[in-house]
Each structure stands twice: as structure tokens, then as C-alpha cells.
């Protein structure tokens, strides 16, 4: 199996993933680095237990709100003009706060991946719906509105390019 950080970016650029997952988090307040989290176990033919998915959510709603949201906050302020600055200049600024969001996303994908007790040799017969049901779990332990008719969506769209089989670790 490849790394959580490599199957997720490949995954986000599938067709359709990232506006549905940049819908997710801004629309449904979601942490996509944790959702993703949750299908790359389900890939892995991991049932998230509780404990993981507790654990997870602690940690991706902890370094969110310490890093992660403020980041983001902070570069969508610079999307707009600002009185008496050259527009070059908050743009290259924009750049580089939007490289730091992207590299603290990957450290906590980095710590979700430490997370996960994985055995290779046992696939699950249905990844879809093992991928469904993780997908499910950490959403309603990020937040109390689980918006499923989404997720569901993200699910299909992932299986329909091929990020949903299961590979092992060679």
C-alpha cells in the first residue's frame, strides 16, 4: 500500500475529488485530511475502531484549530486586494502561506497515517462499503451534522477512478 500522503494526493486529483472535498470542508465544515484518512484505512481493508477514530479526531481537530485554520483563514484574506499594497506582493505572500497550509496538512497526515495498525494480508471483500462506513464514523466525530448524501458522493467518485482497490505493500 503507498503512503497515506502519496494515495491521497493522487486521490484529490482525480476527477471531481477535490471540489468535492473543498466542498466538505467549506460547506459541511469537514476535515478532509481526517475523511481521507478514514477511505485510505477503508483501502487498506481497516475498520476504523473507536478508539482510532477518537484519537484522529482529537488530533486533527487540535492541530486544525492551532495551525491549519488559521492558515487558511489567513490566505483567503489575501485573496482580495489590500489598500496601499502591491498586489505582486500579496500574491507571492499568499503563495507561501498557502505552501505552509499544504505542508501542515501533510504533517498531519503524517501523524493520522502513525495512527493506523494496518495488516497488510487481509483485504475486505466490500472496500466500498468499509470505505463508507469510516468515511461516516469520523465525520460524526468531527461535527454533529453528518453529511452523508456528500460523503456517499466522494465515495463514488473515488471508486469511479480507481482509488478504492485495494494494493498491498510490495
Known amino acids: 500500500m503507498t503512503s497515506f500522503w502519496d494515495w491521497a494526493v493522487a486521490a484529490y486529483g482525480g476527477d471531481g475529488v477535490a471540489a468535492q472535498c473543498l466542498s466538505l470542508q467549506d460547506d459541511h ?29 482529537d488530533m486533527a481537530r487540535s492541530w486544525n484549530d492551532a495551525v491549519i485554520s488559521p492558515l ?3 490566505r483567503k484574506r489575501l485573496r482580495k486586494p489590500l489598500s496601499d499594497i502591491d498586489d505582486l506582493a500579496r500574491e507571492r505572500i499568499a503563495a507561501q502561506v498557502k505552501s505552509v497550509e499544504l505542508n501542515s496538512e501533510r504533517e498531519l497526515m503524517t501523524a493520522l497515517e502513525s ?56
Not at 30 to 51: F, I, M, N, R
Not at 145 to 155: F, N, W
Open 115 to 170: 495512527l493506523s495498525i494496518i495488516d497488510f494480508s487481509k483485504a475486505k471483500q466490500n472496500l466500498t462499503a468499509l470505505c463508507t462506513d469510516n468515511v461516516a464514523v469520523v465525520a460524526k466525530a468531527w461535527g454533529p451534522k453528518v453529511p452523508r448524501p456528500q460523503l456517499i458522493s466522494l465515495i463514488g467518485t473515488l471508486s469511479d477512478g480507481g482509488f478504492l482497490e485495494y494494493t498491498h505493500m510490495s
Open 72 to 74: 487558511r483563514i489567513l
Open 29 to 57: 465544515d469537514q476535515c478532509v485530511p481526517l475523511l481521507l484518512w478514514a477511505v485510505w484505512t477503508g483501502v487498506s481493508g481497516v475498520k476504523l475502531t473507536e478508539d482510532m477514530v477518537e484519537e484522529g479526531a
